[in-house]
């Protein structure tokens, strides 16, 4: 079936250095794909997105960066902050049957510690 | 702006007992809501979607239901609770049919004794 994981589920990081945290998807067919931060106790927050028609996408210190010939996805972060520290989803969008809404299937989430 | 809310924040019911957890959202018309369960140490499980008043897909067979008596009010329900109903229960919306991205509320702490 389909799915969305990642490769690594714990990445620890000194403050300052710049962190990439990787998911591999295995649905061809999803044309959007999300990177969400969750901090404990707290719901997911919107970090950044990208279409199926970019590879690349910018912004305030983040990048994601799509290739879909290996179908993965990945998030750099520069000058990673101690606040940072959080657990990292990736989440893919595919049109199921048809419906209008966008269902998104989530990874396994990444967990990130920056040290200061 | 949009803002979603949930209640309550934490919830500790015993086995058996009725649940009602409920998810507002404001600053929107016509949203997508969605009702998430979250495992200890694990991703976002899908639970039930809803693109209007009054309807509701659920994802997956369990104990749980779903509601929407409001354009913007999204509720979960249980007649019965079970151990394996605790968890983190977030809520979420997308703008309607060009919807992409979900916007979470702060989510609901259940645990089943």
């Known amino acids: 079936g389909e799915s969305v994981g990642l490769h690594l589920p714990t990445l620890s990081v000194q403050e300052g250095d710049n962190s990439i945290i990787n998911c591999a998807y295995s649905?061809?067919?999803?044309?959007?794909f999300i990177w969400y931060k969750q901090e404990s106790g707290k719901g997911p927050q919107f970090i950044i997105d990208?279409?199926?028609?970019?590879d690349k996408r910018q912004g305030q210190r983040v990048t994601v960066l799509l290739n879909k010939t290996v179908k993965h996805l990945s998030l750099q972060i520069a000058a990673t902050q101690p606040g940072d520290s959080a657990v990292y989803f990736c989440?893919?969008?595919?049109?199921?049957?048809?419906?209008?809404?966008?269902?998104?299937?989530f990874g396994q989430g990444t967990i990130l510690t920056v040290h200061p | 702006s949009q803002t979603i809310h949930q209640w309550p924040a934490t919830l500790v019911q015993p086995v058996g007992s009725p649940l009602s957890l409920e998810c507002t959202v404001e600053?929107?018309?016509?949203?997508?809501l969605y009702w998430y369960r979250q495992a200890a140490g694990r991703g976002l499980q899908l639970l039930f979607y809803?693109?209007?008043?009054?309807?509701i897909s659920s994802e997956v067979p369990q104990n749980l239901s779903a509601s929407r008596p409001q354009d913007r009010q999204f509720i979960l329900s249980s007649k019965k609770l079970l151990l394996s109903d605790s968890g983190f229960y977030l809520c979420?919306?997308?703008?309607?049919?060009?919807?992409?991205?979900?916007?979470f509320g702060p989510g609901t702490r259940l645990t089943v004794t």
């Open positions: 600053g929107t018309s016509n949203p997508n």
């Open positions: 989440a893919e969008r595919s049109r199921a049957g048809g419906t209008s809404y966008g269902k998104l299937t």
């Open positions: 979420a919306w997308s703008a309607g049919l060009a919807e992409l991205e979900q916007y």
């Open positions: 809803s693109v209007g008043i009054g309807q």
């Open positions: 649905n061809s067919a999803s044309d959007y």
């Open positions: 990208i279409r199926s028609n970019m």
